[in-house]
């Protein structure tokens, strides 16, 4: 771990300006993906701007309905948090899924959607790789690339974000708040993460300096009924292999409304608004849970070792919707 | 540098990238936090950070001043055990013991995790039923054990649970 | 003196140390303070084959808190050793990624990580080859296999048998390559007073460590102090000296104050040891109602540049079945890996995943029960050696273990059962461990105060010894528990073998034993025993553990994650020692197969010759979630010929077929046979439709 100055900041304007003559510097908020960048030597920051004294913890209800969630809430009080469990279901399922007990109570809201690739290269700073040390080259196209991108990669990087938490966000059309030295803007959360193309060392829209002070949930009937399910290679305290965050309103056995977000497939979390489209106004079968999923998949390119992703979404998106309309297999 | 463990104030003059577990372990020499990975994937350093359950190898010392830091030093001793601890004695939770501290003040945390109400992975809508085996495993899943001890931690876990 | 009417053996003492344990007050290697302690680092091979040709420290990033950066170029020259791996530091040859290539020492352990990762290594690259294939061409047949048994068995006329045959099984099977994964990393403080030097470290056998460091810094054992009281698990990576205590002495030596070096993570899963992945070959030749007639079991294994180590792979499959015309062999090839090493079970716990899951395949052949092909194919005495065996009851583990299990009800056809998601079976498998012991000497002496201490160099890795000597010292001396203090874990105690080989209670009892004799018979205050003579006049064939595991497992219909719902042993031990810590045993073994089934895989990358996955987020041990119900229990076996004690070594057994039993159990819920572990989803998902 490279030595660094400490700043803690006591609120945003202070974090932000702190930072914005800080080139080398990055944010501290719960440090569960930054410490263990820091110490693998991944990531370098000279500066750390500790953000957890921010007034960013708490939970709140939007005047126009919908919930504001401050940065610096922990994913596990945001899990637990009655209204998130009541009216966002699949968002408190899918920050249960992630991680442990001890990192959801040190995760913050804003970290989980900043943490990087768990790509095992990217990991190694001894190796090759196009995001840590970019021109280096991709080894894990023809390496290791099992639990890597079927969606939206390059070929400089086929990373895959790794968060369970954004999936679900991705899914309900959170707003991503952020401040910065040229001021406020609001970042709908589908667009925070890039895709890798030619610049895969770039992870989000996020220009340096710039900070994320809440995560903002619309209001969203369809979320009442919605769920995460995660596969993964062991039960719990493991990184998803393919997981599905799905909202569903049916009736009369027809799909009115749908949200549905795929996670550990690319290098963002992926909305899939093609399998939506083409389940608006289709009957609640599986079988057009299963033709809404292709159609979406109809774009992956996977590699070598990665094809079953195919295959699992396609199935995960069957049965997560099968379950929430009640419609048999 | 303040650190609260255990009730008692410590200064130190720290490299700021010590993290609170190298604090506890090199400079206070309170070493039942363990490092077993030291990057957050097995939960032998976890110790109880203002009453929360937290893996100590994640977190910078500088940025804990003066907040209360519980290790397993400070939950009880050999003639009066914490109900914890004496549920891995008496259901024989352990074997080489390394993951055990972590794995104990783990248990603390989460004990506290369900009283508030926290929901786990595997808690269905509407289940406030006592807290069940499955339960328990999800909920302990972040203290690996390599030993493979726990189908004894989770009786030990569900004796200090009163269940 | 009051009398001692309960006898200690046999009774569920808890541990010893079990309160100082619950409490973090047992100290394990890195956690003695010492006074002006320095930290180290190592700086491993970022390639997997070449020259290290110089080290260069960047003055503008060098630490004032960098002590010394120890290399070939200026480290001390050390003596040879038996164990090439333990000349750290000595040569510019690099011999697999991930070998020791430097020592970082510094005065904070943050400035050592700090310099380990600027310091610029300058290296002669050259091509490598990393992966274990199984026609590779420098593919050759061991002079023997670990420890000491020939590569390759044969008898009868095996060709024959399989030509003649009506039913056949030919079945390959791979197993990856695993790594021990201790929860306490390897690690050593090192501290030299003069030319004696003191060693805290974590090991299975602290006089091995003393004497194999000794040997290397040119000292004698007895000027090496290992101290070991307590050791978070080893599972065979801990049974000799590793490099890191060969460097922290180095590092030590060099800045002349102790220092501290503790194995990152991320070094176990090349510097210490792993268990080699194999490719393994298992045909089985049989008349139609079941009886084989020929067996034949080849494994293909890998072993570094450096040293040859040959895993017994198919020893097991010497003495398993009856056939009357059989082979087993080994083949070895050379590669650009770190060496393997022991890890718990080598030899049977690959070997018995080939075999059981083969003998699964050939029941499902004939339509026969997988117990019942076994019951068929039980000999009468080893079917290799002609020894009769000193007990045997692997088939009343089968039929007591099936009536626990519920097996009777089993529908024998696979793809049957569906409960909402889930397929669901069942699959059972044998088990065996060698039973061993090995010289010891212990000593006993009278205390003052009415107490007994007992002395032996044995560990206590988390199998219980230190509690267990204390059971059968007390019985010996015919006195209370309370009175007996055993002491382990020093090197400078009477020498013990190592916890290893599942040998411990049985070699260090037998010296206890001895020596609580002796003491009571001469009636003097103390007493010492070696136990050499009398183990090595004793029948080595023969002598074994059995067992049979049970699983029950889910499959998801729609993912194929597996779910081991319910895994039960049945052994068949000896005497069990400490009911307590003997079921502890048995479903820590067992645990571990879940792991070897399910999750647990280095992940080669043949491009950089790294396992990829080198740490423990993304190399999966089974979590609490993964156990849902394990259970042991055993039969009441006596068996007087292996030991004073009547007991079989159990630490092992318990990771020996428990894999087969979930394959096959995966196998009986999907109808799918994964022949490479682990069984992953990605294996099950494009054939369950």
């Given at each position: 771990m490279r030595t660094f100055g400490y700043a803690p900041a006591d609120d945003v304007a202070s974090a932000v300006s702190l930072l914005a003559t800080a080139p080398g510097g990055t944010y501290l908020a719960g440090g569960t993906n930054l410490v263990d960048l820091m110490k693998l030597g991944v990531a370098t920051p000279d500066v750390l701007v500790d953000?957890?004294?921010?007034?960013?913890?708490e939970v709140t209800r939007l005047p126009g309905g919908g919930l504001r969630i401050g940065a610096g809430v922990r994913n596990s009080e945001l899990a637990a948090h009655p209204e998130v469990r009541r009216s966002y279901p699949v968002l408190s399922q899918a920050l249960l899924a992630g991680a442990s007990g001890q990192l959801r109570n040190m995760a913050t809201t804003g970290g989980n959607l900043l943490q990087r690739t768990r790509c095992r290269y990217f990991m190694d700073a001894t190796k090759p790789c196009n995001k840590r040390a970019?021109?280096?080259?991709?080894?894990?196209?023809?390496?290791?690339?099992?639990?890597?991108?079927?969606?939206?990669?390059?070929e400089h990087c086929v990373a895959t974000h790794p968060s369970d938490m954004a999936v679900a966000l991705a899914a309900l059309g959170a707003t991503v708040r952020v401040a910065g030295p040229d001021g406020e803007r609001d970042i709908p959360v589908t667009e925070l993460h890039r895709l890798p193309?030619?610049?895969?060392?770039?992870?989000?829209v996020l220009r340096h300096g710039?900070?994320?002070?809440s995560v903002d949930l619309p209001?969203?009937?369809?979320?009442?009924v919605s769920a995460y399910r995660k596969a993964r290679d062991?039960?719990?305290?493991a990184f998803a292999v393919g997981s599905v965050a799905a909202a569903v309103h049916a009736e009369d056995g027809v799909v009115h409304d749908v949200r549905l977000a795929f996670g550990a497939?690319?290098?963002?979390?992926?909305?899939a608004y093609a399998a939506e489209q083409a389940l608006?106004?289709?009957?609640?079968t599986r079988d057009s849970f299963l033709a809404a999923a292709d159609a979406e998949l109809a774009a992956a390119e996977p590699l070598r070792d990665n094809a079953f992703k195919v295959t699992l979404i396609r199935n995960l998106v069957a049965a997560t919707l099968a379950r929430l309309t009640g419609a048999g297999r | 540098m303040d650190l609260v463990v255990n009730g008692v104030e410590h200064a130190l003059d720290l490299d700021?990238?010590?993290?609170l577990l190298d604090a506890l372990r090199?400079?206070?020499?309170?070493?039942?936090?363990?490092?077993?990975?030291?990057?957050?994937?097995?939960?032998?350093c976890t110790v109880l950070l203002d009453g929360r359950r937290v893996n100590?190898?994640?977190?910078?010392?500088?940025?804990?001043?003066g907040v209360p830091v519980t290790t397993v030093e400070g939950l009880?001793?050999?003639?009066e055990p914490h109900p914890v601890q004496q549920g891995f004695l008496d259901h024989d939770?352990?074997?080489?013991?390394?993951?055990t501290p972590g794995q104990i003040c783990s248990a603390v945390g989460m004990l506290d995790e369900v009283a508030r109400g926290w929901p786990s992975a595997v808690t269905r809508d509407g289940?406030?039923?006592?807290?069940?085996d499955a339960e328990i495993r999800e909920r302990m899943s972040g203290n690996l054990c390599r030993c493979g001890a726990y189908a004894n931690i989770v009786p030990a876990i569900a004796q200090a649970a009163g269940r | 003196m009051t009398a001692v009417t309960e006898r200690a053996v046999g009774a569920p003492l808890g541990r010893i140390e079990g309160p100082a344990k619950v409490t973090g007050a047992a100290r394990y290697a890195a956690e003695y303070p010492v006074e002006n302690l320095a930290h180290a680092w190592v700086i491993q091979?970022?390639?997997?084959?070449?020259?290290?040709?110089g080290v260069v420290v960047d003055p503008t990033t060098e630490d004032k808190d960098l002590l010394a950066v120890l290399w070939h170029g200026n480290a001390p020259r050390l003596e040879e050793s038996?164990?090439?791996?333990?000349?750290?530091?000595?040569?510019?040859?690099?011999?697999?990624?991930?070998?020791?290539l430097a020592l970082v020492v510094a005065r904070t352990p943050e400035a050592a990580r700090r310099a380990a990762q600027v310091i610029r290594l300058e290296i002669t690259e050259e091509p490598h080859d990393a992966l274990l294939t199984?026609?590779?061409?420098?593919l050759y047949t061991p002079?023997?296999?670990?420890?000491?048994?020939?590569?390759v068995t044969e008898s009868g006329d095996v060709a024959g048998a399989f030509a003649a045959a009506p039913v056949t099984v030919d079945v390959t099977y791979r197993t990856p390559a695993l790594h021990?994964?201790?929860?306490?990393?390897?690690a050593t403080i090192a501290v030299w007073s003069g030319d004696d030097l003191v060693l805290y470290d974590s090991n299975q056998h602290p006089p091995g460590v003393a004497a194999a460091v000794g040997a290397v810094l040119g000292l004698?054992?007895?000027r090496v102090h290992v101290i070991t009281?307590?050791?978070?698990?080893?599972?065979?990576?801990?049974?000799t000296a590793r490099p890191n205590a060969v460097l922290a002495a180095l590092g030590a030596r060099v800045v002349g104050r102790p220092v501290k070096l503790v194995l990152p993570r991320q070094a176990l899963f090349s510097m210490v040891g792993y268990r080699t992945p194999t490719i393994q070959r298992i045909r089985l030749a049989a008349e139609r109602?079941?009886?084989?007639t020929a067996i034949d079991h080849e494994a293909v294994e890998q072993t570094s540049r450096l040293y040859e180590f040959a895993e017994?792979?198919?020893?097991?499959?010497?003495?398993?079945y009856a056939a009357p015309h059989r082979r087993t062999g080994h083949r070895l090839v050379r590669l650009d890996v770190p060496t393997p090493r022991w890890m718990r079970?080598?030899?049977?716990a690959p070997g018995m995943l080939g075999l059981e899951c083969a003998m699964d395949e050939l029941a499902e052949r004939l339509g026969l029960d997988p117990i019942e092909l076994r019951v068929r194919n039980?000999?009468?005495?080893?079917?290799?050696?002609?020894v009769p065996f000193s007990s045997r009851h692997y088939l009343d583990c089968l039929r007591e273990g099936a009536e626990r299990f519920g097996?009777?009800?089993?529908?024998?056809?696979?793809?049957?059962r569906r409960e909402g998601a889930w397929w669901v079976g069942t699959g059972v498998a044998g088990a065996t461990y060698p039973t061993m012991a090995q010289p010891s000497t212990a000593r006993v002496r009278a205390l003052p105060d009415g107490r007994y201490e007992v002395a032996v160099?044995?560990?206590?890795?988390?199998?219980g010894a230190r509690t267990i000597l204390t059971q059968i010292a007390a019985d010996e001396l015919g006195?209370?528990?309370?009175r007996v203090h055993v002491r382990i874990?020093?090197?400078?105690?009477p020498m013990a073998s190592v916890a290893?080989?599942?040998s411990g209670s049985a070699s260090w009892g037998w010296a206890v034993t001895g020596a609580c004799r002796a003491l009571r018979e001469s009636g003097s205050e103390e007493a010492v025993y070696d136990s050499t003579e009398e183990v090595q006049r004793?029948?080595?064939?023969g002598k074994h553990a059995y067992g049979a595991h049970f699983a029950e497992v889910r499959v998801d219909?729609?993912?194929?994650e597996v779910r081991v719902s319910r895994l039960f042993g049945m052994y068949?031990?000896?005497?069990?020692?400490?009911p307590r810590t003997a079921r502890s045993q048995f479903i820590s073994g067992m645990t571990m197969g879940l792991g070897m089934a399910l999750h647990e895989e280095g992940v080669l990358d043949p491009a950089t010759?790294?396992?990829?996955?080198?740490?423990l987020a993304e190399y999966h041990v089974p979590a609490?979630?993964?156990?849902e119900s394990i259970e042991a229990d055993w039969l009441d076996e006596r068996d007087r010929a292996v030991n004073p004690m009547g007991s079989k070594g159990?630490?092992?057994?318990?990771?020996?077929g428990s894999p087969a039993a979930i394959v096959n159990a995966v196998w009986h819920a999907?109808?799918?046979?994964?022949?490479?572990?682990?069984?992953r989803l990605d294996k099950l998902l494009p054939h369950l439709g």
């Open positions: 953000i957890n004294r921010l007034p960013l913890h970019p021109g280096s080259g991709c080894p894990a196209r023809t390496g290791d690339h099992r639990n890597l991108a079927v969606l939206g990669a390059s193309g030619d610049t895969p060392q770039v992870d989000t710039e900070l994320i002070t209001e969203l009937e369809v979320a009442r062991r039960a719990s305290y497939v690319a290098h963002r979390p992926w909305r608006l106004g289709r009957p609640a | 700021p990238r010590t993290t090199e400079h206070l020499h309170l070493t039942g936090a363990k490092k077993g990975c030291d990057h957050g994937q097995c939960g032998a100590s190898c994640l977190i910078l010392a500088i940025s804990q001043q009880g001793t050999e003639r939770g352990f074997q080489c013991g390394y993951c289940d406030d039923g006592p807290l069940d | 091979s970022p390639v997997a084959r070449g020259t290290l040709d038996d164990d090439p791996e333990l000349a750290v530091l000595q040569s510019a040859r690099i011999s697999y990624r991930g070998q020791a199984a026609d590779h061409p420098g002079e023997q296999v670990n420890p000491a048994f020939p590569a021990n994964n201790p929860m306490e990393p390897h004698p054992a007895e009281e307590h050791v978070g698990g080893g599972f065979g990576s801990k049974g109602d079941g009886t084989l017994q792979t198919t020893v097991a499959t010497r003495h398993m079970a080598p030899g049977e039980e000999p009468r005495v080893e079917p290799e050696s002609g097996w009777a009800d089993r529908d024998p056809q696979p793809r049957r160099a044995a560990t206590d890795i988390g199998t006195v209370g528990v309370g874990g020093d090197s400078t105690l290893g080989g599942s004793q029948e080595k064939e219909a729609d993912t194929g068949a031990v000896g005497r069990v020692l400490n010759g790294d396992w990829v996955n080198h740490d609490h979630a993964d156990v159990i630490g092992e057994i318990g990771i020996v999907t109808g799918v046979r994964v022949r490479d572990l682990p069984v």
